[in-house]
């Protein structure tokens, strides 16, 4: 009677790992799943040749942190800011949109990127901030809603691109995006977008609104004039 009890609660531990395996292997193929489907929705929008973007009037940079522990500086943050000059020397744009955090008086991702981006040479006055992009969500939705940027070039790394356009699409938002460099290694950062993605997803279904909004606060008309083919 002993033996046979032993039998069934190993038979039944046994199946209950299978049942958690199985479970995992569905998790993963669904993150994976999510992911490239994701990114297959809004391939069109994403640009990584200058000379093939279509100009917008307006460019929006996606801010991060501009150092990583221990002060090394984040090349995620120098790589947005490298396509960010080369964008607007081009002429792709007329005015940047910096937006991101804003939580401390020592951590503010607009303000950084504008003292950064003036250094680099471009005029103050084609640089705007938005210092309540606390997330992706709030950075896309405020540009069209509030500071009525209704057709711009966001400015990150392909996975944010991806994500940021996905949100772009589902809000009827006219944008596309060009891609900065994405550093070597840092492979986290792209297995962490896997679980922004599912958020993502979450924050779509529940009809998720930015942190705040306000009045709004347009941005100046475009100076460029569009070549109409």
């Known amino acids: 009677m002993i033996a046979l009890s032993s039998i069934l609660k190993h038979s039944s531990l046994k199946r209950a790992f299978r049942y958690l395996i199985a479970?995992?292997?569905?998790?993963?193929?669904?993150?994976?799943?999510?992911?490239?489907?994701?990114?297959?929705?809004?391939?069109?929008?994403?640009y990584t040749d200058i000379n093939k973007l279509p100009y917008r009037p307006y460019g929006v940079v996606l801010g991060t942190s501009k150092y990583f522990g221990q002060n090394?500086?984040?090349?995620?943050?120098?790589?947005?800011?490298?396509?960010?000059?080369?964008?607007?020397?081009?002429?792709k744009v007329d005015y940047l949109l910096l937006s991101g955090d804003n939580r401390t008086l020592q951590y503010n991702e607009p303000r950084t990127m504008f003292q950064d981006l003036k250094k680099m040479?471009?005029?103050?006055?084609?640089m705007y901030m938005d210092f309540a992009g606390f997330r992706?969500?709030?950075?896309?939705?405020?540009?069209?809603?509030v500071f009525?940027?209704?057709?711009?070039?966001?400015?990150?790394?392909?996975?944010?691109?991806?994500r940021a356009l996905f949100i772009?699409?589902?809000?009827?938002?006219?944008?596309?995006?060009?891609?900065?460099?994405?550093?070597?290694?840092?492979?986290?950062?792209?297995?962490?977008?896997?679980f922004a993605r599912l958020q993502l997803l979450w924050d779509i279904l529940i009809e998720k609104e930015p942190h705040f909004l306000g009045q709004p606060e347009p941005l100046?008309?475009?100076?460029?004039?569009?070549i109409i083919e």
């Open 121 to 126: 040479g471009i005029s103050t006055e084609f």
């Open 23 to 46: 479970a995992l292997l569905c998790s993963i193929i669904s993150l994976v799943v999510i992911d490239q489907a994701i990114g297959f929705y809004v391939r069109n929008q994403i």
């Open 72 to 91: 090394s500086i984040n090349l995620f943050y120098h790589n947005r800011l490298l396509s960010t000059y080369e964008l607007f020397s081009a002429g």
């Open 148 to 162: 009525k940027a209704h057709s711009f070039t966001i400015i990150t790394q392909k996975f944010h691109c991806e």
């Open 168 to 194: 772009a699409k589902y809000h009827n938002i006219d944008a596309i995006c060009f891609v900065a460099n994405y550093p070597q290694g840092y492979h986290f950062v792209r297995f962490r977008e896997f």
């Open 220 to 226: 100046p008309s475009p100076v460029t004039i569009p």
């Open 136 to 145: 992706t969500l709030d950075s896309v939705i405020r540009a069209d809603r």
